[in-house]
């Protein structure tokens, strides 16, 4: 772990990905050990609705649904965490969110003091992806921004592949 965000220890590859429980846009709870030798998370910390980068990242990132579901060998969860309220991202997931990935409200920024995504120390406009892999692991950490606030599907894809070995 190395010093970042004011002196805090980053979350980084190698590391067992702390524990947390968030609502989602489902109305229901996420747990990230529930999917402990179950499946492979994806992780995306973002600004959220403020960000129109963000947003379109959290609907692009759909778009992998096929290839990272169980039937590709990869199965991979798409989980994206903002700050916004549960009532806030409950109004943009019905009229425009994802429809696969999950999405998840962290105003009170418990998961964001957990893993210290790049701009979680003051500095905005970033978006940082953690892969939790079935042992619970980080197998790949993706820091982008802020020049490059949008990561391409396939770019993802790659990482992701890279870090899971497939």
Not at 62 to 68: E, H, R, T
Not at 98 to 121: E, K, M, R, W
Not at 138 to 144: L, P, T
Request: aromatic content about 10%; some cysteine.
């Amino acid at each position: 772990l190395s010093p970042k965000n004011g002196g805090a220890p980053s979350v980084g590859v190698g590391s067992l990905a702390p524990d947390f429980t968030l609502q989602g846009t489902s109305g229901q709870e996420f747990t990230l050990s529930a999917y402990k030798g179950k499946s492979n998370v994806l992780l995306l910390f973002n600004e959220g609705l403020s960000c129109q980068p963000c947003l379109q990242q959290m609907r692009d990132l759909d778009g992998l649904n096929a290839q990272f579901n169980q039937f590709s060998g990869m199965n991979v969860l798409v989980v994206s965490i903002t700050p916004d309220s549960i009532g806030q991202l409950q109004d943009w997931a019905r009229s425009a969110g994802p429809q696969y990935g999950l999405v998840l409200s962290d105003p009170s920024l418990v998961a964001f003091n957990l893993y210290h995504p790049i701009g979680s120390g003051g500095s905005h406009m970033t978006h940082t992806f953690f892969l939790v892999n079935k042992s619970g692991k980080i197998v790949w950490r993706g820091d982008y921004g802020p020049g490059n606030m949008y990561v391409q599907n396939s770019e993802i894809l790659a990482a992701v592949k890279r870090a899971l070995g497939t």
